[in-house]
């Protein structure tokens, strides 16, 4: 891991801080785990061309992409199956995908890249600082939220990552008629989702509560194993008036 760090030092930091100083509530805890052979070779093919590196600059997302098709920010894509076949199937659309954990990223910009897609590019970084200092306020068509970290412990409540600070802050950067789209097998969290984003002014929720699922969104391996324990599925989609 250490060889990978150092042939790509962008690579080790994930948010905006110096060393030594307190970390703010994160709705993220970083594990260390080995990549395999084909992850390592992901990034030292494809970093180039399909990862965005942290800077406190706003994105040019038609000089990113090379056109003006509408963008689409994914907030921690997991392990990318989901986000490789949605980008793949629903090729109008650019897709920004942003996750801290490296198996994942590693995993998707492997998929990304093999099959030479050119409409969605990768950052390994804090979603909250990517957004306030990457992302300009109303150019941004949706954001995808899959099966967020459910932190099921109350204690842990306040590391959800859906709260309102973040709601309002993607609310910023949408465009009119933007959507927020989440999903969730934590049915207590989907409340909380709901009741969250109805506190934000400019949000609205069509549905008047949960949504039905959208075709386009693919069936995971994670989200397979919580319909087999009986899990509800549960979809919040909002848009911007």
């Known amino acids: 891991m250490d060889t990978i760090f150092d042939e790509i030092p962008s690579l080790a930091k994930v948010e905006d801080r110096e060393f030594g100083t307190p970390r703010k509530v994160k709705s993220f805890v ?115 939220i899959f099966f967020p970290d459910p932190w ?8 959800r990552l859906i709260q309102e600070p973040l709601a309002n802050l993607m609310a910023s950067k949408l465009k009119k008629g933007g959507y927020i789209y989440s999903v969730t097998d934590w049915e207590e969290y989907a409340y909380q989702m709901l009741d969250v984003f109805a506190k934000v002014p400019s949000l609205t929720n069509p549905f008047g509560g949960f949504a039905p699922p959208k075709a386009w969104r693919p069936t995971t391996s994670f989200e397979q194993k919580g319909l087999e324990q009986e899990f509800p599925i549960n979809e919040v989609w909002v848009e911007k008036q």
């Open 152 to 159: 099921p412990k109350k204690k842990h409540h306040k590391r």
């Open 30 to 144: 970083l594990r260390s785990s080995g990549l395999k052979p084909f992850q390592l070779e992901a990034l030292r093919l494809y970093y180039s061309s399909h990862v965005v590196e942290f800077q406190k600059e706003i994105l040019d997302f038609k000089a990113l992409f090379g056109n003006e098709n509408p963008v689409i920010i994914e907030i921690g894509f997991g392990m990318g199956t989901s986000s490789h076949r949605i980008a793949k199937d629903r090729n109008e659309y650019n897709y920004l995908g942003l996750e801290v954990f490296l198996s994942g990223f590693a995993k998707l910009l492997s998929l990304v890249g093999n099959d030479g897609l050119s409409n969605i590019r990768l950052m390994r970084f804090d979603a909250v600082e990517v957004l306030t200092h990457m992302v300009a306020d109303s150019s941004v068509a949706g954001f995808h």
